[in-house]
């Protein structure tokens, strides 16, 4: 399992900066590394220096940070679903996730559905009380004369999604229908919940 991608603050990196060694004004500017006296050399390849853990190994210059991130499949790939991710965020701000609540009359019946048919991945919180770990999410803002809150599930195509969901028992209230902002249609989760599922033509924060 790909590991959590460590957080970003941008306090690091300006001490790391702050830290370095001072550049010596008298020093010629096109000095580097690896024509500097004090570093060994590659007697195969004299323009690189050598690691001196292992002298015959050039100094690895990658920075670890960036191989990690370049090794991370897209979110937008099919792994999208199977790696734990987290992303940078403001530095200090104590907001690290989302948490998301369904009411149901049959609790049993909707997790079961997440779980087998979703195939969300899980932790049990104690007795078969499930907490699903959603898809990666984004949050928008509109007017409204009310307070209100909801939740919609996206997909990247919405014929073939409700066509395996409802082999899979899942049901839908309706037709799929052309919106402003996506194709969306109606699904009905046990317990009579009822959850907009879409085909995105926004943009998405994802």
């Excluded at 900066?17 to 008298?26: F, G, L, V, Y």
Aim: a negative charge.
């Amino acid at each position: 399992m790909t590991p959590p991608r460590a957080r970003w603050d941008i306090n690091d990196q300006r001490d790391r900066d702050e830290s370095a060694d001072p550049i010596d004004p008298n020093e010629p500017a096109d000095r580097t590394e690896a024509n500097d006296a004090t570093l060994p050399i590659d007697s195969a390849d004299p323009t690189l220096p050598i690691d001196s853990a292992d002298p015959t190994l050039p100094i690895d210059r990658t920075d670890p940070f960036e191989a990690m991130l370049s090794s991370e499949p897209s979110l937008h790939s099919d792994q999208r679903d199977a790696i734990p991710t987290i992303m940078p965020t403001v530095p200090g701000m104590a907001i690290i996730g989302t948490h998301a609540l369904l009411y149901t009359s049959e609790p049993d019946a909707l997790r079961a559905v997440l779980r087998d048919v979703f195939g969300w991945h899980h932790v049990d919180a104690h007795d078969g009380w499930l907490i699903f770990r959603l898809p990666p999410a984004e949050l928008g803002v509109h007017p409204a004369e009310a307070p209100a809150h909801e939740i919609s599930f996206m997909c990247d195509d919405l014929t073939a999604t409700v066509t395996e969901l409802s082999a899979k028992g899942v049901q839908f209230d309706g037709a799929p229908e052309v919106q402003g902002f996506g194709t969306v249609i109606t699904m009905v989760l046990p317990g009579g919940v009822r959850a907009l599922l879409y085909e995105p033509r926004h943009p998405v924060a994802i």
